[in-house]
């Protein structure tokens, strides 16, 4: 192309190659046909002129295959008169003679062996001289150092696309980047391919270009005039790449074609066949690196191995070789009974271990392959076809590919008459939580009952894989059931299928039944739901499932005592889920991450980890988990104190389950919006909810879900006057609730009636005020949070608590003469608050913030001091990393509000403020 068109990008390869140059005399700059070798160099021969004082000497070997044919070029290209006697040698003396140069061999593909030997004579004659030359293969000899041009990276791609078509007078559009990500990837990043296609655009758009890539050849040329022969087409340029080629090579790469997506080491070996008997596989697949006809990288998830790709537009042009037909014809029935023989093995691995499996890390590695697989055999062999989408089915859910992997079963099962009968339930199985995870519950649940009666009614029904299909069936009907509301339906599949994984041993299939059994009671009997989170874990760990255990385990931490524990399990999974692209799995993940944080206090890391949760499984079209993830979100939104967002978040997730016809969700969510009306004070919309969300579950077995609906009924009753309702409520509440976190959220509400009731005195209502703090400090120690914020705990606990504590300043507020007064003393070494007296002489750091404090209280009532500042007033003149400035302040307000201070020193924005409705004076001690 032409060397006078604007350079893009290369920047790390610039200064890679000015280095090898400097360090040593011979430098190779090896890479695909069309990558932009020459362009390289000769660009950093333009900007590098002072490393070489005599000048760069420039040579095109493309025509040139011969060494004497070479030495004259050489010579014609430097200005010397070549000697009859002994050319070659009499030339590098001349150029001996020289300042230091830069030789720049280019296009040296046709004479490397000759350029081999003349570069060894040279730099030995000419010590000063640096030689630069551009190959698709290396020169193989001494003191070579190696540069490997890969393509440009995206963005850079994208950049030499707009270039390019603006030079051409078109004009892309700002918005069009997403599609020119995809096209340059498609171009295989190559600058020749980008360069062809931008000579396109005056015509053409970039999704326009982008859909006929499946002419890639025909689109992918030019009519410039000062272009090379070999660089007008694409094709012409591979044809170049191909004629290099030894016939064993050829051959090699013709059956390499067969793979998508990449492929190991192990599978070339199972799968390229040469005839030379000589002829070694792993030295044909080095020689193609070595050509940079193969790209390798490393394996994700497997530091010790390298995987092989080709680019894409080498691998249509040796497909379309006539040539090559029969050798890629033998290699797919080989590539066909590798992939589907280890992919199979995998699958099972996958189903038995879960994400943290080997298997499904092989999959996803080798997934392409495996639909690969399905491609060619779904219209004429569909046993194959449906083997190969069962070897992925688990793999295709994590990942969020879900609708694809239903359409494609239904398209097998649909064209296919004669199956093995075993074969077809398995799919129909997968096919049953396809729909599921696409909210098809009542299709998901349908298909599973159908395929539970076939195979109970055969002959064979007692055999061991069997018993394994309607173990797995139960398990699925199980959640599907849960989805839909039907408890005893999810509890009773659940049931049999335990005891079906006693009977037949299988460890997986019983700790799956008991996560099963425990989501199902977890909204009944929640310590009965932790029972089985236990035996889940147990049995995952016995079975070497470190994913099952590490998920019940999170369970068991979010449903007990360590949300910490939680964060640190939920982390270490979901960097593997990353890996592997699990989009399902990593939602989920970020949803329990999200949650553990919330129930840590620390609710703007929530925040942005439920929106995360929210994104993945968008991306995954898992509406169930999406409804959680925003009745998730929605919660953490109203203990920050933003309804509108909260709001917003609940509303959207009804939306989701009215329409999945998931009814109990949408009841959950109806009082979540109710309790926020609530505490934004509007008490007859808020009783409305509740009144909605009882009736939507009315004729069904929810008693704890029923009893937090009462509960937050009698707190609107008790605060809208109504003293026999909410006491009514109350009473039925306490009667459906029995954990220990809802007998603490009771105790809340009882001082929550007292509170409300308009004959209490101040000194009741500030006794029962410290009465409830003591509930909630017994409630964040009973989980060990640490008192790490203010925030109230994301649960019925820090609802009631929360509604109770606006209250207590309502009424505060409408009798100011009772409300206690805060004292401090002058230097802040003691206080007197209500019931509460402290001396802090000896607590330099409490005293000087406290003095701060009161200071800003006094000369400006409602300022926030910032964090850093109270940092300042409590070690002054000390440097600290900020992190541990702020745990200090933070564990000195902890303090304080421990000795008396928890309903006056409150947070604001990013620091701290005593409440300016609490009376204030400055007083000694009595």
């Not at 192309?1 to 090896?30: I, K, P, Q, W």
């Not at 490997?148 to 791609?157: K, M, Q, R, V």
């Not at 980008?194 to 015509?203: D, F, H, P, Y």
């Not at 050829?250 to 070996?269: D, K, N, R």
Request: hydrophobic share 45%; proline share 4%.
């Amino acid at each position: 192309m032409n060397t006078t068109d604007t350079f893009v990008g290369r920047r790390t390869e610039l200064v890679a190659l000015r280095e090898s140059l400097t360090a040593s005399t011979l430098v190779t700059l090896v890479g695909p046909g069309g990558v932009g070798k020459s362009r390289l160099a000769h660009h950093l021969a333009g900007v590098s002129a002072s490393l070489w004082p005599g000048g760069t000497v420039a040579v095109d070997l493309s025509e040139t295959g011969r060494e004497q044919e070479v030495v004259v070029a050489v010579a014609e290209a430097a200005g010397h008169p070549l000697s009859r006697h002994k050319p070659a040698e009499q030339l590098g003396l001349d150029l001996r003679d020289r300042a230091p140069t830069l030789l720049i061999l280019d296009n040296a593909d046709r004479c490397v062996a000759a350029i081999a030997t003349l570069t060894h004579t040279w730099r030995r004659q000419a010590p000063d001289l640096t030689v630069l030359v551009t190959s698709r293969r290396p020169l193989a000899v001494a003191g070579e150092r190696r540069i490997t041009l890969e393509p440009l990276s995206e963005e850079d791609a994208v950049a030499l696309f707009r270039a390019r078509a603006q030079a051409m007078g078109a004009t892309v559009p700002a918005g069009e980047d997403q599609v020119l990500r995809e096209l340059v990837r498609r171009l295989d990043g190559l600058p020749l391919a980008i360069e062809l296609a931008a000579g396109r655009a005056a015509a053409f758009t970039p999704t326009s270009l982008l859909d006929r890539l499946d002419q890639r050849f025909q689109l992918l040329r030019t009519r410039r005039r000062d272009v090379a022969e070999r660089h007008t087409t694409l094709r012409r340029t591979i044809d170049w790449s191909w004629e290099l080629l030894e016939p064993w090579e050829q051959h090699t790469l013709a059956q390499c074609a067969v793979f998508q997506g990449g492929f190991s080491m192990e599978a070339a070996e199972a799968v390229v066949e040469l005839d030379d008997e000589d002829a070694w596989v792993p030295d044909a697949i080095q020689s193609l690196v070595d050509q940079a006809l193969l790209r390798t990288s490393p394996a994700p998830g497997f530091p010790d191995e390298l995987r092989f790709t080709l680019y894409m537009g080498v691998r249509e042009y040796v497909r379309a070789r006539a040539d090559t037909s029969d050798l890629r014809s033998a290699a797919t029935r080989r590539h066909e009974a590798w992939t589907l023989g280890h992919a199979e093995r995998w699958a099972a691995d996958a189903e038995r271990s879960g994400l943290s499996s080997t298997g499904l890390r092989r999959l996803a590695l080798e997934r392409d392959n495996v639909l690969t697989v399905y491609r060619r055999a779904v219209a004429s062999r569909p046993a194959v076809a449906l083997r190969a989408l069962l070897a992925v089915d688990i793999l295709m859910h994590w990942t969020g590919a879900t609708p694809v992997q239903l359409e494609r079963l239904e398209r097998v099962l649909g064209q296919a008459t004669e199956l093995p009968p075993e074969l077809v339930e398995r799919a129909r199985v997968a096919r049953s939580l396809a729909a599921l995870w696409c909210g098809d519950i009542a299709k998901a649940r349908a298909e599973l009952e159908g395929v539970l009666a076939r195979v109970r009614s055969t002959d064979t029904a007692s055999s061991s894989p069997q018993i394994l299909l309607v173990a797995r069936a139960l398990l699925v009907l199980s959640q599907a059931s849960y989805y839909a509301d039907d408890l005893d339906d999810a509890l009773d599949a659940a049931q049999q299928a335990l005891a079906l994984g006693e009977a037949t041993e299988s460890l997986g299939i019983q700790a799956t039944a008991h996560a099963r059994l425990a989501m199902a009671l977890s909204v009944r009997e929640p310590k009965a739901a932790h029972g089985h989170y236990m035996a889940s874990v147990r049995l995952e760990r016995r079975q070497g499932s470190r994913f099952g255990a590490a998920f019940g385990a999170t369970q068991l931490a979010q449903s007990a005592t360590e949300p910490s524990l939680a964060i640190d399990t939920l982390g270490e999974w979901l960097t593997v889920v990353r890996d592997i692209g699990a989009a399902v799995g990593e939602g989920t993940l970020l949803g329990d991450l999200a949650e553990s944080h919330a129930r840590m206090g620390q609710l703007e890391t929530a925040s942005e980890l439920a929106q995360q949760a929210i994104d993945a499984s968008e991306r995954a079209r898992n509406q169930p988990a999406l409804v959680r993830h925003l009745g998730r979100l929605g919660w953490i939104h109203q203990a920050r104190g933003d309804a509108v967002a909260a709001r917003e978040a609940y509303r959207r997730a009804r939306r989701i389950a009215t329409t999945e016809d998931m009814p109990v969700q949408a009841a959950l969510l109806l009082g979540n919006e109710g309790s926020l009306l609530h505490e934004g004070g509007q008490l007859q919309a808020a009783l409305r909810h509740y009144t909605q969300a009882e009736e939507a579950i009315a004729d069904r077995d929810l008693p704890w879900l029923r009893g937090v609906l009462r509960l937050r009924r009698a707190l609107a009753l008790a605060e809208s006057g109504d003293t026999a309702g909410s006491t009514a409520a109350l009473e039925e509440a306490r009667a459906r609730l029995s954990g220990e976190e809802d007998q603490r959220a009771l105790e809340i509400a009882d001082a929550f009636l007292a509170l409300t009731n308009p004959h209490t005195s101040s000194t009741e209502l500030r006794a029962l005020k410290m009465r409830a703090d003591a509930t909630r400090d017994a409630h964040e120690r009973a989980r060990q949070w640490a008192f790490r914020t203010d925030a109230a705990p994301l649960d019925e606990v820090g609802l009631a608590h929360r509604l109770l504590s606006a209250a207590h300043a309502r009424r505060a507020e409408a009798r100011p003469e009772e409300v206690a007064r805060l004292r401090v003393a002058p230097d802040g070494s003691w206080f007197h608050f209500a019931d509460a007296e402290a001396d802090l002489t000896r607590r330099r750091a409490m005293r000087r913030i406290l003095h701060a404090l009161a200071v800003h209280r006094d000369t400006a009532p409602g300022d926030v001091i910032p964090l850093f500042d109270l940092v300042d007033a409590g070690w002054p003149g000390e440097r600290t990393l900020p992190e541990a400035g702020a745990n200090r302040v933070y564990s000195a307000v902890r303090d304080l509000r421990k000795l008396g201070l928890r309903s006056v020193l409150v947070r604001a924005d990013d620091g701290y403020r005593l409440d300016p409705r609490v009376p204030f004076a400055w007083s000694d001690p009595d």
